[in-house]
């Protein structure tokens, strides 16, 4: 298979994977939309390093989550090298949704957790079972549940505070 | 908001970007050539404006430096010009240690650890800088007056005391209230990195 179609399908089936990090990482559209082009860009230069032990999803949440954390260093420094009208992905519609005001309150609260709880929430929030989260975020399958109770307990508290 | 509601916002927005969205890969060949121009502007121009400033007061200073005609003047420009290549060479080590690319294939607590670290490095880094600002700014006003003062002795003990007085004044408050906030910045730096290594 053409490895621009083969990426191509692969974007597409995980594009929500690419808008959450990048949504999560970032504090305004601008930033987001920057990371949710970063992340793909670098997808694609390691693409051919995904040699399919894990699942495709495990792998992107690995390089989406590290290229976020770089992207933290960048914020404020850097501008965009590709015009909006060109980008990768268009989440206007998505901006004007009603689920934006929801997400936004996710969003707040997963806020106030630091880096390693938010990786941690991201992929509990995903589905991802202990191993998953373990194996990405690279601490231990007891560590995760560990932390797992503390960041559920933290939300929590947010919640019932907001 | 409940737990469970968290799950199905997280959900529900997942779906809603993925029937929203037709990924365009034709833009991917575009970004890798204007990737090339953009290491370029991934450094930061207000240090290097600072730098240019900095390093041509240093080389000015040394110009200058056959009016210096006292010991204590000439260990002043001295003292200065070593400030002047000091500072922004500070400045800009840990603007690059910042732009150090990271292994994307690495695990995130691997990266979170190199990232905490290289931001508790910077804020230190910039600690220093504004600590010697100080000495920068003391010696500063004593060569001032001695190359561009053309007025009285008395006239340049006034101008020295009152340029001291509102420079010490500015930087007091500025570096009070930088400090405060790089300090907890470390401090929280430090909880995590003690987090990842538990």
């Not at chain 1, 995980?14 to 949710?36: A, H, M, Q």
């Amino acid at each position: 298979m053409d490895k621009k179609y083969a990426f191509k399908t692969a974007i597409n089936k995980n594009v929500g994977l690419i808008f959450k990090v990048s949504s999560i990482y970032t504090n305004n559209k601008e930033d987001r939309n920057d990371l949710s082009q970063e992340i793909i860009y670098q997808l694609w230069k390691s693409f051919d390093s995904f040699q399919q032990k894990s699942s495709l999803s495990t792998w992107m949440y690995r390089v989406a989550m590290n290229v976020a954390i770089q992207h933290l260093k960048m914020t404020k420094r850097i501008v965009s090298t590709v015009p909006l009208n060109e980008q990768f992905l268009n989440f206007e519609d998505i901006d004007n949704s009603e689920i934006e005001k929801k997400w936004e309150l996710l969003k707040r609260h997963i806020d106030n957790l630091n880096l390693l709880d938010k990786g941690i929430i991201i992929l509990y929030l995903d589905n991802k079972n202990h191993e998953e989260i373990a194996h990405i975020i690279g601490i231990s399958t007891s560590k995760v549940g560990t932390k797992l109770s503390r960041i559920k307990e933290k939300l929590k508290k947010q919640i019932l505070k907001s | 908001m409940e737990l469970d509601d968290y799950k199905n916002t997280w959900d529900e927005m997942g779906e809603k970007v993925e029937e929203k969205q037709n990924f365009n890969p034709k833009i991917l060949n575009k970004m890798s050539k204007s990737k090339f121009n953009s290491k370029l502007q991934k450094i930061a121009i207000p240090e290097i404006i600072a730098s240019i400033i900095c390093f041509g007061s240093a080389i000015y200073i040394g110009f200058q430096f056959n009016v210096l005609n006292t010991v204590l003047f000439k260990f002043v420009g001295v003292a200065l010009i070593l400030l002047f290549i000091l500072l922004p060479a500070i400045s800009l080590y840990s603007v690059q240690q910042l732009y150090k690319s990271v292994d994307i294939n690495k695990s995130y607590a691997d990266t979170l650890k190199e990232f905490t670290v290289q931001k508790m490095k910077f804020y230190k880094l910039q600690k220093l800088n504004i600590t010697l600002s100080y000495p920068l700014l003391a010696l500063l006003m004593i060569l001032v007056t001695k190359l561009f003062g053309k007025h009285t002795n008395d006239e340049n003990a006034y101008f020295m005391i009152f340029g001291f007085c509102f420079g010490y004044v500015v930087l007091l408050f500025f570096s009070k209230w930088v400090f405060k906030k790089y300090n907890r910045i470390i401090r929280q730096a430090d909880d995590l990195l003690n987090e990842l290594s538990t």
